[in-house]
């Protein structure tokens, strides 16, 4: 039975950085960092593919700031994120799939709880 722990969470003013952990215990192909603000759908932010370590961001604006990473001894996936801006205020997710497709945003079917970032 595959869980997903995320941490790491937290506040910071404008322009400071987070990292974001997920430990995840057990396999899966792809492992992503989902956000949602209340009111909105949750989008993914970016994926890596185990064991290659393919990485795959939404889009270029967050590939500048975030960056994903796995630390496969220690089973763990980070988010890595800087010059944070208010509009990055969001329960981060992690979530995992076992298909192919580590980009494909709608396969992920497995669910951490979720950290809360809050940036000012």
């Known amino acids: 039975h595959v869980q997903l722990v995320e941490s790491g969470g937290g506040s910071v003013q404008a322009g400071g950085s987070l990292r974001l952990s997920c430990a995840v215990s057990g396999y899966r192909h792809c492992v992503a960092w989902f956000r949602q603000v209340p009111g909105k759908a949750r989008e993914g932010v970016a994926s890596?593919?185990?064991?290659?370590?393919?990485?795959?961001y939404r889009d270029d604006s967050l590939k500048g700031r975030f960056t994903i990473s796995r630390d496969s001894a220690k089973n763990t996936v980070y988010l890595e994120m800087y010059g944070l801006e208010p509009g990055d205020t969001a329960m981060y997710y992690c979530a995992a799939h076992s298909g192919a497709l580590c980009d494909s945003w709608t396969l992920y079917n497995l669910w951490g709880q979720g950290t809360q970032v809050t940036v000012s």
């Open positions: 890596i593919s185990s064991p290659v370590g393919t990485t795959y």
